[in-house]
Structures are given as C-alpha cells and as structure tokens.
C-alpha cells in the first residue's frame, strides 16, 4: 500500500493547481495523462519519452485489442523506445 501511495502523492500535493480544470472534460483529460506518466514512471519509462512515443504514433479507440497492446509501457516496442 505504501508503495501505491508515494506513487499518487505528486499529484495529492499538486492539486491545487488542477482546481483550474474548468470543465469536466478537461479534468478527465488532466487525469488521463497523469494516470499515462505514472504508469510510465512504474515500467521504468521516461515519461516524457513516452508520452512523446504515444503522441507520435496516435494510438485510437478503432485500434484492435492486439494493435493498442504494442503501445502499452510494458510492450518491447515502448521498452525499447522509451528507457
């Protein structure tokens, strides 16, 4: 527990600056790249590589299960691309 708890605590602190979020639409988009950036930081990915590996290869909700997989932080696509 105390390991899932140190992992969410930059954003606990840094929530006041999210308070400016003026839509729920842009407070879901706000989750979303933090929930990509942690998820990066767990499979020891730099999260700016990553993020910059998902930009450029715009995975979509119309991709197959299979075709979304190779852009997970664990695939060795993203293991080799973003360390």
Known sequence: NNLSENSI?????????????????????????????????????DPHKYLSFLLEHRPSAEMSDDELERFAPWSNLAQETCK
């Open 9 to 45: 605590r930059p954003l606990v602190v840094g929530r006041k600056n999210w308070l400016f979020s003026d839509t729920p639409a842009g407070a879901d988009a706000s989750m979303k790249v933090y929930s990509m950036i942690e998820t990066a930081k767990a499979n020891e990915l």
